[in-house]
């Protein structure tokens, strides 16, 4: 854990795999200016994948008890380090309760409060580049590679039966161990949905290959995996074929990008909408920014267009 002692200006760390490598640490300083976060900064705190439950816990314990250490951002490492450390929190969300996730830890009054705020963020990017009525106007499914955080998140916002007939036809996850996927059909079961779920596992690339083979026109296709920024690769091969008009989303913005590039070279043939991880990553650390420092974060209209702005202009996009 890469902490060198305690913090000296009102601090907001980063937890993940390669943080250093992120836009948010040229981002934030711009935002936080922006925003009259006077002398914050960020720091990154790498773990590695599915880390020593002891090196999580010493994180967590560390940002309860340093005065200006005001909370973090978690990636990658959400489920791992809500298990590790699940009674070192004061507050847990109903979010995070039910997706035994966390994404965000805060303080308030001297409490330590667990929030998994994937749910919001995800949503709202998801309602961004597709529209609020996507699914009710479009018979077409959802596969999502990858059974972590983000996935259980994106599937609770588009599977609940309050949204009527704005779901997807089915929802198809896969992912390279079985544990996860039986996590995932565990936090299924408590949400109230009518749309019928397969969870398959899929140790090589083919695998995914042969569910992207089964999809309807216009499916949403998600690398949820990791591969590309965690990890090289992708989860399918150059020879899985996309359906026709489908939406290709890679969750990752920066990285080796590997199932982008896959979905450009059949965006022509195929008719794709390709999409990055760029308002994913707009939408997550604004909903962090705004919880951790209590400060108001307008999600859309010209306010929100101004942050995303400063964040194109700082990270050089």
């Known amino acids: 854990?890469?902490?060198?002692?305690?913090?000296?200006?009102?601090?907001?760390?980063?937890?993940?795999?390669?943080?250093?490598k992120s836009s948010i640490m040229k981002v934030f300083?711009?935002?936080?200016?922006?925003?009259?976060l006077k002398d914050a900064v960020i720091k990154g705190i790498d773990f590695n994948l599915h880390d020593d439950?002891?090196?999580?816990?010493?994180?967590?314990?560390?940002?309860?008890?340093?005065?200006?250490s005001m909370g973090a951002l978690v990636t990658t490492h959400k489920i791992d380090l809500f298990h590790a450390c699940k009674d070192l929190f004061d507050v847990i969300d109903p979010h995070a309760t039910l997706m035994d996730e966390t994404s965000c830890i805060s303080k308030r009054a001297g409490k330590v409060i667990c929030h998994a705020k994937d749910p919001i963020s995800s949503g709202l990017s998801i309602d961004g580049f597709l529209g609020e009525d996507y699914f009710a106007e479009n018979d077409a499914d959802?596969?999502?590679?990858?059974?972590?955080?983000?996935?259980?998140?994106l599937t609770w916002h588009l599977m609940r039966k309050n949204r009527g007939k704005n779901v997807p036809s089915r929802i198809v996850v896969t992912n390279r161990s079985q544990h996860r996927l039986d996590e995932i059909r565990r936090i299924h079961?408590?949400?109230?949905?009518?749309?019928?779920?397969?969870?398959?596992?899929?140790e090589h690339p083919q695998d995914n290959d042969r569910v992207l083979a089964t999809l309807r026109p216009g499916s949403l296709v998600i690398n949820a995996t990791g591969l590309g920024k965690d990890a090289p690769g992708?989860?399918?091969?150059?020879?899985?074929?996309?359906?026709?008009?489908?939406?290709?989303?890679?969750?990752?913005?920066r990285g080796d990008l590997v199932f982008l590039d896959q979905a450009r070279r059949q965006s022509a043939d195929r008719s794709l909408q390709v999409e990055?991880?760029?308002?994913y990553f707009i939408h997550g650390w604004t909903q962090?920014?705004?919880?951790?420092?209590?400060?108001?974060?307008?999600?859309?209209?010209?306010s929100f267009e101004a942050i995303s702005e400063i964040a194109i202009k700082a990270a050089g996009r």
Request: aromatic content about 12%; overall charge negative; proline content about 9%.
């Open 189 to 202: 079961e408590q949400v109230e949905t009518e749309v019928p779920v397969e969870y398959l596992l899929a």
């Open 288 to 302: 962090v920014i705004a919880e951790v420092f209590d400060v108001a974060i307008p999600t859309s209209g010209p």
């Open 142 to 153: 959802l596969f999502s590679m990858g059974a972590g955080g983000s996935t259980i998140a």
């Open 234 to 253: 992708s989860p399918l091969t150059d020879a899985g074929v996309f359906p026709k008009r489908a939406v290709a989303w890679d969750l990752n913005y």
């Open 1 to 20: 854990m890469n902490i060198h002692g305690p913090a000296t200006s009102p601090t907001l760390y980063f937890i993940g795999v390669t943080t250093g």
């Open 53 to 68: 439950p002891a090196a999580y816990r010493k994180a967590v314990e560390f940002i309860r008890d340093d005065p200006l």
């Open 29 to 36: 300083p711009a935002w936080a200016n922006h925003l009259g």
């Open 276 to 279: 990055d991880g760029w308002s």
